[in-house]
């Protein structure tokens, strides 16, 4: 790959990580709103029923919560398209950037900086395994919150809930770690019926959940 090219692919990436890190600001702001409103809906539902406030309040806040809710359905989209676009960058930046260049990229702190190139790991496991994105701004890099991780991590259950290979691979991991022996066999689960409402399943009763349901 020429120089060109090599600077054409850096922007390409630089400009999807800033898309990544404005869509998750984006997001951590409609979701404190939704919380905000949320505690402010179940006060003013009581008001109303003690009469210190007319009803249209309540109707009021809901309609902000469920507009809230779509903006915060629309921006976790844009994070799959992101995340779509990085599974496709991440690999050319494997092959075309060297371990140095990748570090400085993904702003790696030098005492991060443990590989040489004979055995470094992909960039994909450098932000989702290892936790070195943007890790010379953070103290702890073992919580995974960056925003590449984000909508890598949101492409990953997009590809879990849409698409029917990632669903059988998502009901088989569910298996093998709440089944028998599993590392959460003692952990209750719920069942999601097809009308929407939701039952808690514990370990005794998860091999009875009736065709149509999923368990998560």
């Known amino acids: 790959m020429s120089r060109t090219d090599k600077q ?3 922007l390409a990436f630089i400009k999807t990580r800033n898309a990544a890190r404005s869509s998750t600001a984006r997001l951590n702001r409609l979701m404190l709103d939704q919380r905000i409103s949320r505690r402010q809906l ?5 008001l109303v029923d003690q009469h210190a406030i007319p ?3 309540v109707v009021e806040i809901r309609a902000h919560i469920d507009s809230t809710e ?5 921006t976790r989209a844009i994070q799959v398209d992101i995340g779509d676009l990085l599974n496709q960058i991440l690999p050319c930046l494997d092959v075309e950037l060297s371990l140095a260049e990748r570090y400085d990229l993904f702003n790696v702190n030098p005492a991060h900086r443990q590989w040489s190139d004979s055995d470094a790991p992909s960039s994909l496991e450098m932000i989702m395994a290892h936790g ?3 890790s010379a701004d953070r103290h702890d890099r073992d919580w995974l919150d960056g925003p590449l991780f984000q909508c890598l991590h949101a492409k990953m259950w997009h590809f879990f809930r849409t698409d029917p290979k990632g669903r059988a691979t998502l009901d088989f991991m569910t298996a093998e770690v709440f089944g028998p022996g ?3 066999e003692h952990v209750t689960l719920q069942r999601i019926h097809g009308d929407g409402t939701v039952e ?3 370990p005794s009763e998860r091999a009875k959940a009736p065709a149509g349901t999923t368990i998560h």
């Open 70 to 74: 779509s903006l915060i359905v629309h």
């Open 132 to 134: 070195l994105e943007d």
């Open 8 to 10: 054409t692919l850096t």
């Open 182 to 184: 599993g590392l959460f």
């Open 200 to 202: 808690d399943v514990p």
């Open 42 to 46: 179940k006060r003013a539902e009581t």
């Open 55 to 57: 009803p249209n309040v």
